[in-house]
């Protein structure tokens, strides 16, 4: 097991309480661990969950606006739906999150704002507040 330092730890903190105690649980285990990718988790617990995240140059809800755009333009959805649900802790709300794949459509295209819309309904699904019956694109057979 490895120990944690202040600012791994303050990180572990901040990703618990918008993800809640199952994902922060295994975040934190995932980060004490000597397995396989904990150096990289470590990382992220101090450098993102810490540094960036705690940095006051601008609110919670305009970082997660800045990575929730940055995931979709380099298509990293699976990383996305655990944005999406931050976002959504930080007080993003639905109709921000279909504004948002609206604006960055303009600037990434329909293919990955498909892909996307995807992940965020999937995000959503699981953060339960959207209702079962909204199909997600591949659902609908449009991918």
Not at 1 to 18: C, H, P, W, Y
Not at 103 to 130: D, H, K, W
Request: glycine share 10%; with cysteine; proline share 2%.
């Amino acid at each position: 097991m490895s120990q944690l330092d202040e600012k791994q730890e303050s990180g572990v903190a901040f990703i618990t309480g918008v993800m809640g105690e199952r994902f922060g649980g295994a975040f934190n285990e995932a980060a004490t661990s000597n397995r396989f990718g904990s150096d990289i988790t470590r990382m992220a617990a101090g450098w993102a969950f810490h540094d960036a995240w705690r940095h006051e140059g601008i609110n919670r809800k305009q970082k997660s606006i800045a990575v929730i755009s940055a995931l979709i333009a380099s298509r990293q959805s699976l990383e996305l739906k655990n944005h999406v649900k931050i976002g959504l802790a930080n007080g993003l709300t639905v109709e921000e999150l279909e504004g948002l794949l609206v604006q960055l459509t303009l600037y990434v295209g329909f293919p990955c704002i498909a892909s996307a819309q995807t992940a965020v309904i999937m995000a959503m699904r699981e953060a339960g507040i959207s209702p079962e019956d909204l199909p997600t694109s591949e659902e609908r057979g449009l991918l």
